[in-house]
């Protein structure tokens, strides 16, 4: 196993080597003469020799380009949908990121508050076995008398029957 490490280890590491290589030409060989750029055959463009040839489509190029037509409807209702929905996924985030911000500089004693009016909503859920009704009346029942203890003043407005904005007598 070593000598494998070590065979493939070394030709890697010198990879990362550099250094200079100097060449002079051999004293007894014969003086060659050198050869310009223009006239290796590496730089010389054939004239008139190229021609452009599609090739012929593949049976996987023709089955794709037979479903097109078919996929097309459902392409632009997912681009008409993600095209609604975006700007509503915007405004989510934002919302979440204010209300961060907002849990991150809390008032003082918001969270205790919010832990009664929790707490209040589980007691609710244990009082609250065997119906199915009860199951939905009592937990937001308690969870609502605790905030209401905790928040007399918006309690009272969420409470009135005449404050209500989108009712249908207001509009």
Not at 49 to 75: A, D, F, G, W
Not at 87 to 109: C, F, H, I, R, T
Not at 113 to 134: C, P, T, Y
Request: include cysteine; proline fraction near 9%; glycine fraction near 8%.
């Amino acid at each position: 196993m070593f000598k494998v490490i070590q065979r493939s280890v070394g030709p890697a590491s010198l990879s990362l080597l550099t250094f200079k290589v100097c060449a002079s030409p051999k004293r007894d060989s014969p003086h060659k003469t050198s050869v310009k750029v223009n006239e290796l055959s590496l730089y010389l463009v054939p004239e008139g020799q190229s021609k452009y040839v599609e090739e012929p489509r593949t049976q996987l190029e023709e089955s794709i380009s037979h479903l097109r037509p078919y996929c097309e409807p459902y392409t632009s209702w997912c681009q008409e949908m993600y095209s609604q929905t975006k700007p509503k996924m915007q405004s989510l985030v934002q919302w979440g990121l204010d209300s961060y911000e907002y849990l991150q500089n809390a008032p003082p004693g918001f969270f205790p508050r919010v832990g009664v009016i929790g707490f209040a909503g589980i007691v609710g859920l244990l009082l609250a076995r065997g119906s199915k009704i009860k199951k939905l009346v009592y937990p937001p029942g308690f969870m609502g008398l605790a905030a209401s203890l905790y928040y007399p003043q918006q309690a009272i407005v969420f409470v009135q029957p005449g404050n209500v904005k989108n009712s249908p007598g207001n509009k």
